[in-house]
Each structure stands twice: as structure tokens, then as C-alpha cells.
């Protein structure tokens, strides 16, 4: 007999500096389109990605976009509340932005008391490597020591790693949801590479 079918609703925040792609990786994967030139966020904007598991599941996640501007890491409380996951954006060309993950996981952790599933997205890895100001040691290191659930080698403009980060973000959730995850220092490191089959992240 078939399983009945199961749908789940999720509300997951994406954080990060300004111009690193937040917007554009919520409408590469809610719209399939990408945005070349944006105005940045001006406070909160949202939008709904389905993401399907086997056969009958059905994850509906709720992308809330927060501005990255400074001015705008107070409305972090208000809408930060009832998380059950969190995307940090960061830019592999920009040394500030990753950087400043820190500073985000930090204010996020501030605000949720039960720390949900947390991945980190490393865009514009399409971009030529003798510009890219971090190294994948140093990613490593910095998902460790912001106990990140995994972090993804990602593109949005070329559309690499991002359906697969939100269903590794989406099957975690349920786990930590369901009690099967204590907290992201339970989770165990996988290697994620940049190109269409791989990503990084700490899933099981």
C-alpha cells in the first residue's frame, strides 16, 4: 500500500551581507529566472520554494529575505522567530562577507533559543579562482567554528548547488524537527564541490 502523503511547512530565514545574491538565489529557485541587476532588499521580502523528498513528501519552505544592510539586522528578532532553518549567503570574491558570517550566525543564534539546521552559501564560485579571497580550508574552518550544519560551493547565476542545498537543508529540518537532530554539533561533515553533482555539506 502506498504511504500517505506527507506535507511539511518551513520557515527559514536567508541572512547576509548586501549584493552577494540573497535575492537572486530566492528567485533562481522559486522563479527560475535570474536577476542580472537588483535593487538591494529594503527590509523583508518572502517567497515559497516546493521541494519534494521520495515519493510522497512535500516540503514547502518559506524564504524570508532580510536585507543585508546593517540597518536592517534589527528586524533579525522579529522575523527571525520560529525558524526551522537558516541560509547565510556570502560571496567567494568578497574576504568581508565571509567575514561577516560570523556576525550573522551570531545574531540569528541571539534571537533562537533551539538552534535549527544552518547552511552556508558560498556564491559566484563561477567566477575565475585568482579572485576568490577565501580558500576551502578556511570555509571549513569557519563552518566549524560557527557550527554550520555544511556550506555549498555555489552559483546562482550558472544555477549550481542550489536545488541540492535546500533539499540537504529540508531533510534536516524534518530530522531536527522530529528530534532525531540535538543540535548542528551532531552533524557530520561531507565534502560539497563545486559542479552539478556535489555540494558541501554536514548531512548524514
Known amino acids: 500500500m502506498a504511504s500517505s502523503p506527507l506535507e511539511y511547512t518551513k520557515k527559514v530565514i536567508v541572512i547576509g551581507d548586501s549584493a552577494v545574491g540573497k535575492t537572486s538565489f530566492i528567485a533562481r ?29 512535500t516540503i514547502r519552505l518559506a524564504l524570508w529575505d532580510i536585507g543585508g544592510q546593517e540597518a536592517f539586522r534589527g528586524l ?19 574576504k568581508a562577507t565571509v567575514d561577516a558570517v560570523r ?26 579562482k585568482h579572485i576568490h579571497s577565501v580558500s576551502i580550508e578556511e570555509l571549513d574552518t569557519l563552518t566549524e567554528e560557527c557550527k554550520l550544519s555544511g556550506w555549498f560551493q555555489t552559483s546562482v547565476k550558472e544555477n549550481v548547488n542550489l536545488q541540492v542545498s535546500l533539499e540537504d537543508l529540508s531533510d534536516l529540518m524534518v530530522q531536527f524537527d522530529e528530534g532525531s537532530l540535538q543540535d548542528n554539533d551532531t552533524i557530520t561533515t561531507l565534502q560539497r564541490q563545486y559542479h552539478a553533482e556535489k555540494r558541501n555539506c554536514m548531512c548524514d
Not at 527590509?43 to 513528501?57: L, N
Not at 535549527?116 to 575565475?128: H, Q, S, W
Request: aromatic fraction near 6%; include cysteine; charge should be positive.
Open 29 to 57: 529557485v522559486t522563479e527560475g529566472r535570474f536577476i542580472s541587476d537588483h535593487k538591494a532588499t529594503i527590509g523583508v521580502d518572502c517567497a515559497v520554494k516546493s521541494i519534494k523528498r521520495g515519493e510522497s513528501t
Open 103 to 128: 556576525i550573522w550566525k551570531n545574531e540569528a543564534d541571539k534571537v533562537l533559543t533551539k538552534l535549527p539546521p544552518c547552511i552556508l552559501l558560498v556564491n559566484k564560485f563561477d567566477l575565475p
Open 76 to 94: 533579525m528578532p522579529q522575523f527571525a522567530r520560529g525558524s526551522s532553518g537558516i541560509i547565510i549567503v556570502c560571496d567567494v570574491t568578497r
